[in-house]
Nanobody, 125 residues
Framework: QVQLVESGGGSVQAGGSLRLSCAAS????????MGWFRQAPGKDRRGVAC???????YYADSVKGRFTISQDNAKNTVYLEMNSLKPEDTAMYYC???????????????????WGQGTQVTVSS
């Protein structure tokens, strides 16, 4: 059984930082993509960043230069370091997992087979 367990959310003031973690277990993909998505109330779930098994990363334009995704393959854990946080970063953040499919866009939520429970990030002005 595949499990994704997120942690690290919380409340910070604008300009602050948070680090999210997502520990994955139970999957058998030899090559996978792990993505971070976020969803604000009343809005669609959107891709924030992703990382491939190889270490290749992609970011949404809105977080480039502020967020960094990384992984520890030995621990099957992916991290999202979020700096210079803005109120518009407030959302529920989810990690997600799918098998690598080259040519497929990384930011399409429907392509991900497994999801964590989400962790809330709130940024106050």
């Amino acid at each position: 059984q595949v499990q994704l367990v997120e942690s690290g959310g919380g409340s910070v003031q604008a300009g602050g930082s948070l680090r999210l973690s997502c520990a994955a277990s139970g999957y058998t993909y030899s090559s996978r993509v792990m993505g971070w998505f976020r969803q604000a109330p009343g809005k669609d779930r959107r891709g924030v960043a992703c990382i491939y098994t190889t270490g290749l990363t992609y970011y949404a334009d809105s977080v480039k230069g502020r967020f960094t995704i990384s992984q520890d393959n030995a621990k099957n854990t992916v991290y999202l370091e979020m700096n210079s946080l803005k109120p518009e970063d407030t959302a529920m953040y989810y990690c997600a997992l799918r098998e690598t499919k080259y040519g497929a866009a990384w930011y399409v939520p429907q392509d991900y087979a497994y999801w964590g429970q989400g962790t809330q990030v709130t940024v106050s002005s």
